[in-house]
């Protein structure tokens, strides 16, 4: 009988960022793109407690040590005329997996966006993720695939400025 590992949720503290900057290179490399993880932990420190927050990370631990974590930010939809939660990433250890910690940031978010009256929680996964295609199905959320996603960034943000 395996012995049954318990976690626990919290909101990150600046004492994290190096946590922060380890999952979230962790998941560029789960995700082949880990040559694009250039943040720093002074970016991050900027981006989750600078003078007007635009990020918030939610961790969650194990034995007192970090496991996974869930970094969102605020939309809006001009439809509802409401925010809502943009989960940016979503990250658990492989050897952590199954413990239900990934469906406890989903609660815990979804907590938070009927708390505030924020209409909805959007979040993007590469197709070819079917684990966690499967599971997002679980919690009842719906592909969007008429949509595609567009992105100007590098030197085309740069071209299009000038």
């Known amino acids: 009988m395996s012995e049954e ?3 626990t949720l919290r909101d990150a503290t600046p004492a994290d960022l190096p946590e922060v900057v380890r999952l979230v290179r962790e998941l560029a490399d789960y995700e082949r793109m880990l ?6 932990e002074e970016d991050f ?3 989750l407690f600078g003078e007007k927050p635009l990020l918030h990370a939610v961790l969650a631990e194990v034995d007192g040590r970090v496991v996974g974590q869930a970094l969102w930010f605020n939309n809006v939809s001009t439809f509802t005329g409401k925010p809502g939660i943009y989960l940016e ?5 492989p050897g952590h997996r199954g413990l239900g910690i990934g469906g406890a940031f989903f609660r815990h978010l979804a907590r938070r966006a009927v708390a505030e009256g924020w209409t909805r929680m959007d979040w993007q996964v590469l197709d070819w993720n079917e684990p966690s295609i499967g599971f997002y199905r679980g919690l009842g959320a719906e592909t969007k695939g008429e949509w595609v996603g567009q992105r100007l960034s590098g030197q085309a943000l ?5």
Request: no cysteine; charged share 40%.
């Open 35 to 40: 040559d694009e993880a250039v943040g720093t």
């Open 158 to 162: 740069k071209d299009l400025a000038a």
């Open 5 to 7: 590992r318990r976690f």
């Open 45 to 47: 420190r900027a981006l």
């Open 89 to 93: 990433d979503i990250f658990v250890e």
